[in-house]
């Protein structure tokens, strides 16, 4: 059973900013918040991590509200070339061997001009 | 600067006749993990090493074994490859601190 929710697919323009929202009700105290960006016949890459709060980096944003059951990722200004399918992925800090990173469904995200 | 290699890119086998994916790693990560994609769906975790303790998720099929002889190489062996094995499969890795995976390119197998 995925620990993540996402809407399956969203539609958007270039230049708009895109937020795709992930659930994670169970989320548990030593857990991080990693979303992942995979195109087509690709590994999927790293985009964003978090904690608490917010998280800025140079190609996207990330809010988690203070219950942590769900975080944000924001994408600015997108553009064609950030056409993917995008993961959201609850892992912990590193100190166990849990092995719990499975994927949930994931978002396709399809920007259009 | 490729960080996690796969090879080889693309892999035919026939039905039945046992294939080995490899993978390398230049971070010196000590968690290896093995996903497999099929096409339209989201990567499904196979096995994962941290360090040398194989950690095999309860629903990977016997058919699927793997390797890991030391911190840089992890191989996934496909023992009787059948038309249902054919996917990408995609090696990661991840470090110390908070878990973020590395992944290669994966590797397209395909099943005649």
Known sequence: ?113 | DAMVIQNPRYQVTQFGKPVTLSCSQTLNHNVMYWYQQKSSQAPKLLFHYYDKDFNNEADTPDNFQSRRPNTSFCFLDIRSPGLGDAAMYLCATSGTGPEKLFFGSGTQLSVL
């Open chain 1, 1 to 113: 059973l995925a620990k993540t929710t996402q809407p399956i697919s969203m539609d958007s323009y270039e230049g708009q900013e895109v937020n795709i929202t992930c659930s994670h009700n169970n989320i548990a105290t030593n857990d991080y918040i990693t979303w992942y960006q995979q195109f087509p016949s690709q590994g999927p890459r790293f985009i964003i991590q978090g904690y608490k709060t917010k998280v800025t980096n140079e190609v996207a944003s990330l809010f988690i509200p203070a219950d942590r059951k769900s975080s944000t990722l924001s994408l600015p200004r997108v553009s064609l070339s950030d056409t993917a399918v995008y993961y959201c992925l609850v892992g912990d800090d590193g100190s166990s061997n849990t092995g719990k990173l499975i994927f949930g469904q994931g978002t396709t995200l399809q920007v259009k001009p």
